[in-house]
């Protein structure tokens, strides 16, 4: 079994092991309502339905190396 990978809290950034807790991927549950709160509010918001070629990019990477699961991103 592969280890869990660290992530980035989504809304404070915070590098960990966060899909270890109840609240994954978020490190906590003021995180995690911070970023309901943002949907509520319209300020996160889907622009416009997915399509299969939004797919496509992402087929072209390995397991090890999808964009966003990426441990450097924000440092």
Known sequence: MKPM??????TC??????????????????CKLVDLGK???EENRISEPLRPDHFEELEKYSDEEKPDQRDDEGS
């Open 5 to 10: 990978p660290k992530v980035r809290c989504p």
């Open 13 to 30: 950034r915070k590098l960990g092991h966060w899909f270890a807790t109840s609240f994954g991927p978020f490190c906590s549950k003021r």
């Open 39 to 41: 949907w509520f509010g």
